[in-house]
């Protein structure tokens, strides 16, 4: 791996990070966790999110897309790709910035999961309360 051709980028939601490697190429190709894009995310919604930064900044069939993604669920997966993808094509072209930013694309979806309290049966619910 001494010659550097890629735009490496991780992207983060929730508990799923997935590293990202934008290959400048002719035609475009995702590659998920080994598997093609359309194999790992069945739903069609999810593939959208992935592939919206493209559309964004209309660089469509100039990368290949490698992804490493780890934890989370599939949605969360999926936004994590759609934040590293975001943040590979800010390194390769400042001028993008702008319509990714706007977009909201470049901040980290900082929700996370509220943790559960002592006494509570979930981070807010509460047992029934009876007065006798």
């Known amino acids: ?12 939601r ?10 400048p190429d002719t035609k475009m ?3 998920v966790n080994d598997r093609p894009l359309d194999e790992y995310f069945t739903v069609e919604e999810l593939r959208k999110v992935v592939r919206s930064p493209f559309s964004t900044v ?4 100039q990368f290949n897309v490698s992804v490493i993604v780890r934890g989370g669920g ?11 993808i975001a943040r590979a094509l800010e390194k390769y072209d400042e001028g993008l910035r702008g319509a990714l ?3 909201g694309y470049l901040k980290r979806d900082p929700r996370r999961k509220e943790r559960k309290k002592p ?11 009876s007065k006798r």
């Open 74 to 84: 599939i949605s969360a997966q999926a936004d994590a790709i759609r934040h590293g």
């Open 119 to 129: 006494g509570l049966r979930k981070a807010r619910k509460r047992p029934a309360w």
């Open 1 to 12: 791996m001494a010659d550097k051709t890629y735009i490496p980028a991780i992207g983060r």
């Open 58 to 61: 209309e660089t469509k069939d």
């Open 101 to 103: 930013k706007a977009a």
């Open 29 to 31: 190709t995702i590659i």
């Open 14 to 23: 929730k508990n799923a990070s997935a590293q990202v490697r934008l290959t």
